[in-house]
């Protein structure tokens, strides 16, 4: 019986590491899409290129498109608790200001439809190298085609996300207001690449750019964001331990 205490104090402190340890797996998000985006081999031949030109392209970039899709189901599988972490701090801090979480729970929407996509595209891209210098290029041709899709749905889910959690932080002031300029920047980049359903081009669009300085503020977005709720969750929990420390009569 005289163990007790010590045993519900041990169960009590246990779970405290778990919203800091979500709270840092912004940073793993980061670093696992970057990886997953950059090894990418989004860089096809034209459509109507030689069969031999997308065969070279498949042989060189085999290993490239399966490390990409491995990286990318990580980023997706770490976003899940970063994302719920992130949802509830900024979700508080949106509902003390305007009496609603409308801004945070569209955010968090948007950032599950935009992982979820971009992992989709990452991995069914893998598969039109998968064989190498065996590929056929008619499959190859046609799954970089349609891959298009989730392609741009992803940008669609992070331009969201961005736009409304960026919108929280400006009104609320829970982040730095740069970190909120990064965001929307972000969110307006990722929404110009849409019009590349309208360039009529196969390929090579020049609104494709703007995945580049979409997925720059969206990696500084979640380190960011990442940090700032690491340092929150570290404050309350050692202010709830101020609170319970037991007092000398």
């Known amino acids: 019986m005289k163990d007790a205490p010590a045993t519900s104090v041990h169960l009590t402190d246990a779970p405290t590491s778990w919203p800091r340890a979500a709270a840092l797996a912004g940073i793993a998000f980061a670093v696992f899409l970057a990886l997953a985006w950059f090894l990418n081999g989004a860089e096809t031949p034209h459509y109507n290129a030689p069969d031999r030109d997308w065969t ?3 042989n060189n970039t085999e290993m490239k498109g399966r490390f990409a899709a491995f990286f990318a189901l990580l980023a997706g599988l770490v976003f899940l608790p970063y994302a719920a972490t ?11 200001g305007s009496g609603s979480t409308r801004l945070t729970q569209i955010g968090y929407a948007g950032g599950l439809v935009g992982v979820t996509s971009f992992t989709i595209a990452t991995v069914t891209f893998s598969g039109a190298s998968a064989e190498g210098a065996q590929a056929n290029p008619d499959v190859s041709r046609a ?3 349609g891959d298009v899709g989730p392609f741009l749905v992803a940008p669609m889910g992070f331009a969201a996300l961005l736009a409304a959690t960026g919108l929280v932080a400006l009104r609320t002031g829970v982040l730095p207001r740069w970190t909120a300029a990064v965001a929307l920047i972000g969110a307006v980049s990722f929404v110009i690449t849409f019009l590349t359903t309208l360039d009529g081009t196969a390929d090579g669009s020049v609104f494709g750019y703007g995945f580049f300085p979409g997925v720059v503020a969206l990696l500084t977005w979640s380190i960011a964001t990442s940090i700032a709720t690491y340092r929150a969750q570290r404050d309350t929990e050692a202010a709830s331990a101020v609170s319970h420390a037991p007092t000398l009569s």
């Open 56 to 58: 070279t392209w498949a």
């Open 86 to 96: 992130v949802r509830g701090w900024l979700g508080r801090a949106e509902e003390q």
């Open 143 to 145: 799954i970089a085609t």
